[in-house]
């Protein structure tokens, strides 16, 4: 079964540091990929998407993602991560036209 | 922008109470989704719906589950008989037509649903 693993639960960065965030996926076709953030008690905005392409794709708030056929991954990255970054991110794969999320990590920012 | 919307935002009911989510998706939308997550676990696919019928369901999605359209703005989902184990957040998500549309699904804010 197609599946996202996001390997890491919690990441703490220091305000204005380098972010980089793991996910794995697992599928058999080119694969649709997503992003997805969620502050506290708010809902999922979607940051960045890949369909096909150009394997780097620019998301909103700063952040890129990069497509990597021969290791199975689609890590999301920002150069200089701000306090409002703080939130949980997740990884998504489009399966039979749903959504099948990984576990999330949660990103902790210290000034 | 176009946006889902989804009401309450915030459900609290007695076990075994019927409850009735709302959610508006963007108007010419009409794929439409309902994912619930579990606090502190990770967004789960519980049934998408088109052209007036479900397309798929996940295996939480058992017969105290229900979907309508009942209008041509409103999708909800109904939960007959609530169990402790319902509390959750529910999101609806709605997807176009188009040819990248369809890949691309839009969430709501989502309904926190507490059960006691």
């Known amino acids: 079964a197609q599946s996202v693993t996001q390997p890491d639960i919690h990441i703490t960065v220091s305000e204005g540091a380098s972010l980089e965030l793991r996910c794995n996926y697992s599928y058999g076709a080119t694969p649709y990929l997503f992003w997805y953030v969620q502050s506290p008690g708010q809902g999922l905005q979607l940051l960045l998407k890949y369909f096909s392409g150009d394997t780097l794709v620019q998301g909103i708030k700063g952040f890129e993602a990069e497509f990597k056929r021969s290791q199975s991954s689609f890590n999301l990255r920002k150069p200089s991560v701000h306090w409002s970054d703080a939130a949980e991110y997740f990884c998504a794969v489009l399966n039979d036209y749903k959504l099948s999320f990984g576990a999330g990590t949660t990103v902790t920012v210290r000034a | 922008e176009p946006e889902v919307t989804q009401t309450p935002s915030h459900q609290v009911t007695q076990m075994g109470q019927e409850v009735i989510l709302r959610c508006v998706p963007i108007?010419?939308?009409?794929?439409f989704y309902w994912y619930r997550q579990i606090l502190g676990q990770k967004v789960e696919f519980l049934v998408s719906f088109y052209n007036n019928e479900i397309s798929e369901k996940s295996e939480i999605f058992d017969d105290q589950f229900s979907v309508e359209r009942p209008d041509g703005s409103n999708f909800t989902l109904k939960i007959r008989s609530t169990k402790l184990e319902d509390s959750a957040m529910y999101f609806c998500?709605?997807?176009?037509?188009?040819?990248?549309?369809?890949?691309?699904?839009?969430f709501g804010p989502g309904t926190r649903l507490t059960v006691l």
């Open positions: 998500a709605s997807t176009g037509v188009g040819l990248e549309d369809y890949n691309e699904q839009f």
């Open positions: 108007s010419n939308h009409l794929y």
